[in-house]
């Protein structure tokens, strides 16, 4: 009963903010165009700022252990599962394939994972180090097949040359990336910030969370016509180029986009975390404290992020948004049943 009650206590805030969200997009108070503006807001400004903050002030390597091993495998397996998914199942292009990718298998370590971490685990440490393999690994690898997938058929010269050079040249274009690349060269060169401004980028970066579920709120009003409508030049200073959409009208994209999502949250609440338990129960014979944090960790909903992501590359967020919506209710139940079938064991 404890434990669910702090499932509950976990998961409030995140209901309570998009759900505000939603009334303020019913209410028109903000006007029609403040889902793009708060997205705009959240990617470039509020969560460079949070990421900045988190690498340059941890340690680069807390993460090579092997209970993250465990965790990483579960996610590299998944994201792969999703990005297969999406493209064979539901005809994707490169693009959104990715944000299926992010959608089944990125987790939502920061404002979920340390509430719950502390709860039921007693301290958020394997949570901080998630987050910093995500920011690192995980979210380069998916912001490059963004960026190559909306944009590497644009420009002049030759097509291979064309996607070298945006590879090469997208740490500088895109905040996310810039701003954990300087986290890194912070974190590795042992600097410590004036107190101004690195109390400038905690209050900016505490914007990021709660705008980003406002902004996910009010998305929940948009026509499907509307969403994903944000023009992908303000983040790669490209023009947008659609991908195809191999479903033949609104009702059969209707149906394919819902279908989507059911892969998408089947293989982020059971398969994520049921590859995690293999891989470090049977595999690595990970202790039961450790076990508990890497399955309970795995089964964590779908971040936001996967949705401020399709928002900003002008893609359709509806699979994205409703991935993340409906994993994090999915979720109450797989978070409750893991840690009663390995018990947690901290305070």
Aim: with cysteine; proline share 4%.
């Amino acid at each position: 009963m404890a434990g669910m009650h702090a499932l509950l206590s976990a998961f409030a805030p995140i209901w309570m903010l998009t759900a505000i969200g939603y009334a303020v997009g019913r209410s028109g108070l903000l006007g029609e165009r403040a889902e793009a503006v708060l997205g705009r807001f959240v990617f470039h400004v509020a969560m460079p700022a949070a990421l900045f903050t988190m690498v340059s002030g941890a340690r680069l390597d807390s993460f090579a252990n092997s209970s993250m091993v465990a965790f990483a495998v579960g996610t590299a397996l998944v994201c792969g599962l999703g990005f297969l998914a999406a493209g064979r199942l539901f005809g994707r292009g490169t693009a959104d394939r990715a944000i299926g990718s992010m959608a089944s298998g990125y987790v939502n370590s920061a404002n979920l994972g340390i509430p719950v971490a502390v709860q039921v685990l007693g301290d958020a440490s394997f949570v901080a180090q998630i987050i910093l393999f995500q920011v690192l690994l995980v979210s380069p690898v998916i912001l490059t097949l963004l960026d190559t997938g909306t944009g590497a058929g644009s420009g002049t010269g030759s097509g291979k040359a064309v996607v070298l050079r945006r590879m090469l040249t997208m740490p500088v274009r895109n905040p996310i990336i810039m701003a954990s690349l300087l986290g890194v060269a912070v974190s590795a060169l042992g600097l410590r910030l004036p107190h101004a401004l690195a109390h400038s980028c905690d209050l900016l970066g505490a914007a990021a969370v709660p705008t980003a579920l406002i902004t996910l709120g009010l998305s929940l009003n948009a026509r499907p016509a509307a969403v994903g409508s944000t023009d992908l030049a303000r983040v790669t200073a490209q023009p947008v180029r659609a991908e195809p959409d191999l479903t033949q009208g609104a009702e059969g994209a209707g149906h394919s986009a819902r279908a989507e999502v059911v892969v998408a949250v089947a293989l982020k609440t059971l398969v994520q975390p049921l590859i995690a338990f293999a891989v470090g129960g049977p595999l690595l014979h990970l202790p039961e404290h450790q076990l508990l944090a890497v399955v309970l960790c795995s089964a964590l909903p779908t971040a936001q992020n996967a949705f401020i992501y399709a928002q900003q590359y002008g893609l359709d967020t509806r699979v994205a948004r409703n991935a993340v919506v409906t994993s994090t209710v999915a979720s109450m139940a797989t978070l409750s049943l893991a840690t009663w079938a390995l018990g947690a064991t901290g305070s």
